[in-house]
């Protein structure tokens, strides 16, 4: 069973998101928790959950990827900005246990200036603010593409924030095909290596979830834009390789690829097609 599905709205709720993924042909799905760019979350109704519980089991939907503001920054040199970064995952945590047993996955961070061991140590504090023991939910730090401060470029990075966290059983990691390769993991040649890395320093039972994107720029770019799946420099071969892997086959597949509902229906068929195990 190949879990995979893209980006999903959020703005109708949750039976809404269900249907959708349906539609789609999508056994996951990703959604921002609120407006992307930040702001309140809409209000949850009991009945709406319950209608999309129904909805993923029926359907046996792998588990799903909820992605945080891309705005929040739990390592912004500016105090007010890590408090908004605080409150924001610790409100959306406690959402997220409406649908019990999922995923919420974070851009680490960028440490502006005050240097990555500054913005590890930040980000480790925040998630140590807001984890709670009985929690239900994976939060997921998503490797990055270093592009500007961002920290999470390197699997070093990521383990450096994890090593800090308390509550170490409620994390997880999300790879992102497109931002590892721009930030110079080569997917292509050397699947396997990169991944028996990514064990080496962060340990593969870590790994909880993959976007899955082409990326317009070549390995080490640093530049994190996404591309089509295929059309892109990592290109269909590699993501034959990678859906098929193993050590990754099993995860949830999430496209953040720039395409409408035409073309993640298409690309979802297209890699269902190309799925062996
Ligand atoms: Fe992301
Ligand atoms: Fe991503
Ligand atoms: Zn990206």
């Not at 500007?148 to 990075?157: A, H, L, M, N, P």
Request: aromatic share 8%.
């Amino acid at each position: 069973m190949l879990y995979i599905g893209s980006h999903i709205s959020s703005s109708k709720g949750y039976a809404a998101m269900g249907r959708q993924a349906i539609k789609l042909g999508a056994s996951t799905f990703a959604f921002f928790t609120r407006n992307p760019r930040g702001g309140k979350a809409k209000e949850i109704r009991e009945t709406d959950v319950r209608k999309y519980l129904e909805i993923a089991e029926e359907q046996k939907f792998g588990p799903i990827v909820a992605h945080a503001p891309y705005t929040l920054n739990a390592c912004a040199a500016k105090e007010d900005l890590r408090v908004f970064a605080r409150e924001t995952m610790a409100d959306d945590l406690q959402r997220m246990e409406y649908i019990p047993g999922n995923y919420y996955n974070f851009h680490p961070g960028s440490h502006v200036g005050q240097g990555a061991e500054i913005g590890i140590e930040k980000i480790a504090e925040v998630l140590n603010d807001v984890l709670l023991p009985e929690q239900t939910t994976t939060v997921l730090l998503e490797t990055m593409a270093g592009k500007g401060s961002e920290v999470g470029r390197s699997f070093e990075e990521l383990r450096a924030i994890l090593d800090r966290v308390k509550l170490q059983e409620k994390m997880g990691v999300c790879l992102d095909t497109c931002h590892v390769w721009d930030a110079g993991y080569d997917i292509v040649h050397d699947l396997d290596g990169v991944l028996q890395e990514f064990d080496r320093v962060i340990g593969l039972n870590r790994l909880k979830a993959i976007h899955i994107n082409d990326s317009m720029n070549p390995l080490g770019a640093h530049k994190d834009r996404h591309e089509k799946i295929g059309q892109g420099h990592i290109g269909m071969d590699a993501f034959v390789r990678i859906i098929n892997h193993p050590a990754l086959c099993h995860l949830p597949f999430v496209l953040e690829t720039p395409n409408d509902d035409d073309g993640w229906a298409q690309e979802i068929a297209m890699l269902r097609a190309e799925y062996t195990q």
